[in-house]
């Protein structure tokens, strides 16, 4: 509310719903949709919720490590996720039908640490040899948007079968996830 009262052209929200129940969570993501539309306002939405991202967000742009790993349409990504990264972001969903899909082991290396390789490399369950050697480039995919990997995710290439719902915008009255 203290960012909305000077009216600005731009507000950067971190994580502005990650302690919120679910519907105090939708009202929310309403809100800021609504003020994007009326006022003109552009939000940059950080969080690692991607059911939150999804609702709310045209592009999107996911980070590991501070390197962009997936950019793209919000709809695409979490559709069909190209990064093994966003596949296990969107496994933590809880409401997700990609729940539980790709689960991390392991520890998140140190940010400070300098990789001659891919940062994600020590996590990722499709790594080969050349993922800790060099760097991915950060290149375009079909569906327009762009991925940082050397073997990027297809449809066939994912660890369980993904269940079709269909995708609804958040409303008042139901929480959506």
């Not at 993501?29 to 552009?42: D, F, H, P, S």
């Not at 689960?103 to 940062?119: H, I, N, Q, T, Y």
């Amino acid at each position: 509310a203290r960012a909305l009262v000077l009216q600005p052209d731009f507000i950067v929200a971190d994580e502005p719903v990650s302690a919120l129940d679910v519907s105090v969570q939708c009202s929310i993501v309403n809100l800021i949709g609504e003020l994007a539309r009326e006022k003109g306002t552009g939000f940059l939405f950080i969080s690692h919720d991607l059911a939150v991202v999804e609702q709310i967000a045209d592009q999107v742009e996911v980070m590991y490590l501070g390197k962009i790993v997936e950019s793209g349409a919000g709809e695409t990504i979490c559709e069909t996720p190209k990064h093994p990264y966003t596949l296990s972001l969107l496994s933590a969903v809880p409401m997700s039908p990609r729940r539980g899909e790709l689960k991390l082991s392991g520890d998140a290396p140190s940010p400070l640490e300098v990789f001659s390789g891919c940062a994600f490399a020590s996590r990722c369950p499709f790594a080969e040899k050349h993922c800790f050697e060099e760097m991915p480039e950060l290149l375009p995919t079909a569906d327009g948007g762009k991925v940082r990997c050397f073997h990027p995710l297809s449809a066939g290439r994912s660890t369980i079968a993904r269940a079709e719902e269909p995708s609804q915008p958040c409303s008042s009255s139901e929480p959506q996830r």
